[in-house]
């Protein structure tokens, strides 16, 4: 995809280029919160913020696990999905982490950032969202642990409990017990085939294990509870449980 920064957004970029020598996490959030400028009546911009910060929560926590310099990756996490910004104008949401990686880099080099990081930053971004490692196993080979981080940092905030309440209310509702048991059953075998997932590092594979197995008991326990629903029909048909 060919290089693309708006003028709109390179204006605020050297708006941010004066403060430069501020921390640059705490630069970059600020930054990332101006560009998608979440206003009243627009609550899927503060929603992205919102995912911004806790994937970057997520950055943080691998950075620590692995004993790395958190800052590039909390960065990455922070910038991975400002390119919503020129998705939103233009519908291209499929187009959004390419997006994101040209303003990241526009960004981070205007901050005087190296090179080099900015060039692991801008990959790790793209990442992301550019497929999946069945689709594409051969760049998922070659990522360094980094530039899987950001990838598995966002899908540890779209697995989390929120995701699972999300697709809840999608399919759960007030359904017969045989409906309910075929959707958890369902939800539950991707809960199960997901603990196979690549992970850039053991550290998000600990985390990534957590929340699927977190998935794994709620579904148990929805199915469960759909099978009791005949017991006490059994009990009353005189089948002393
Ligand atoms: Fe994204
Ligand atoms: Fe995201």
């Not at 970057?56 to 919503?84: F, N, Q, R, S, T």
């Not at 779209?158 to 939800?187: S, V």
């Amino acid at each position: 995809m060919e290089h693309f920064v708006a003028e709109e957004m390179r204006r605020l970029i050297d708006k941010y280029r004066e403060r430069k020598n501020e921390d640059l996490m705490k630069l970059t959030y600020e930054f990332v919160k101006d560009a998608l400028h979440p206003e009243p009546g627009r609550e899927d911009k503060l929603y992205r913020l919102e995912h911004s910060l806790r994937v970057a929560l997520w950055g943080k926590k691998i950075a620590e696990g692995e004993g790395w310099d958190p800052e590039p990756l909390v960065i990455a996490c922070l910038l991975h999905d400002i390119g919503y910004v020129e998705s939103w104008k233009n519908g291209a949401y499929g187009a959004h982490h390419h997006y994101s990686r040209f303003i990241a880099e526009e960004y981070l080099e205007a901050m005087g950032y190296d090179p080099k990081e900015v060039k692991k930053i801008g990959v790790a971004i793209v990442l992301h969202a550019v497929s999946s490692p069945t689709e594409n196993p051969e760049l998922f080979k070659n990522a360094s642990p980094f530039e899987l981080s950001v990838w598995d940092a966002d899908d540890l905030d779209r697995y989390d409990e929120m995701r699972m309440i999300m697709n809840a209310n999608r399919d759960i509702g007030e359904l017969t017990a045989a409906d309910l048991k075929k959707i958890a059953e369902n939800r539950l075998s991707l809960a199960v085939s997901s603990k196979d997932r690549i992970c850039g590092t053991e550290t998000a594979r600990k985390y990534w294990l957590e929340e699927m197995a977190e998935g794994r008991r709620l579904y148990e326990r929805l199915i469960a509870q759909m099978d009791h629903t005949w017991e006490m029909e059994q009990w009353l048909a005189g089948k002393r449980l």
